[in-house]
């Protein structure tokens, strides 16, 4: 059987749960990404010049030609019907933390604009169950943070053979646990720790201060270069696997100091390299305490 050329992910799920932030991602991922397209203008879509790269649709239930038999016959008859690699990627939530979103927002739900929230999530909920159970890659968003999500999608839909492998370079606390899906975690708890100096108490790994403290340790240059290196050895070899997301961590124990200092100057030796590096900094995204 002739594999198809393109990939087409049709983006939904309850309001609320990410789809908006999803076509974000996929975009920036390469995608054609084409948000709130009625489900009607979707042959008319195909039937346009062929695609030059992958596609990701979003349809939203509030649409008015939306149901969830239009939906499912539209993916069947994309995968029959053109060349294309059909995929149906379902953003859910609970429906405490919808409700806590809508509450947060301030928004009406969008299918009881005259009601309570809880009474349009629960009716999106039912219009969707039958579409939510035929779900290719179904992520639930109900504790994922927006790099979490960002994460789990390059996973998912990432484009294998590009010729860039996208790196995510983090640090964390260990109090508060490992990242998740990180593909490798490197503990600098033995650097010295600007925490306990009170003028550096308050500052964090990306002040100048910080970072000389850290680097004056006489432990650092050697451990820094050793990963740099190893880190520079192995992402060849991954982006010849096909890989397209690869995320490299460091902890220490506040995740402020040390670990931060490390993740950006790791970031930036890799981005020397013509490597494209996003950083994440979990702790800096919390208030301090």
């Not at 049709?10 to 397209?37: K, Q």
């Not at 809508?102 to 969707?128: N, Y």
């Not at 646990?177 to 593909?183: A, E, Y």
Request: hydrophobic share 40%; aromatic share 8%; charged share 30%.
């Amino acid at each position: 059987m002739k594999k198809a050329s393109k990939r087409l992910v049709f983006v939904t799920g309850p309001s609320g749960a990410g789809r908006s932030t999803a076509i974000d991602v996929l975009e920036d991922l390469g995608y054609e990404a084409i948000d709130n397209l009625p489900l009607s203008l979707v042959e008319r879509l195909l039937d346009g010049p062929p695609l030059a790269r992958p596609l990701a649709l979003g349809l939203d239930a509030r649409n008015r030609d939306f149901s969830a038999a239009a939906l499912l016959e539209a993916i069947d008859s994309s995968a029959r019907r053109y060349d294309v690699q059909a995929e149906l990627l379902y953003l859910d939530s609970s429906e405490d933390v919808l409700l806590r979103r809508f509450s947060e927002t301030r928004r009406r739900h969008p299918l009881a604009p005259h009601e309570s929230p809880k009474i349009g999530v629960r009716r999106e909920f039912d219009l969707l169950a039958s579409v939510r159970t035929r779900a290719d890659v179904l992520i639930d968003t109900s504790e994922l943070s927006p790099h979490e999500l960002r994460e789990d999608l390059s996973r998912w839909f990432g484009r294998a053979g590009t010729p860039q492998l996208a790196l995510s370079v983090q640090s964390f606390s260990y109090k508060r646990g490992l990242p998740r899906g990180v593909d490798m975690v490197l503990d600098c708890r033995f650097l010295r720790n600007p925490h306990w100096e009170a003028e550096l108490r308050g500052l964090t790994g990306l002040d100048a201060a910080v970072q000389e403290y850290v680097t004056a340790d006489a432990r650092f240059d050697s451990f820094f270069a050793r990963v740099r290196d190893l880190a520079l050895e192995l992402l060849p070899a991954y982006r010849a696997e096909g890989k397209a997301h690869f995320s490299l961590a460091f902890g220490c124990t506040g995740g402020r100091h040390r670990s931060v200092t490390l993740a950006e100057m790791l970031a930036k030796a890799l981005a020397e390299q013509d490597w494209q590096v996003s950083i994440r900094h979990r702790e800096l995204e919390r208030p301090a305490t």
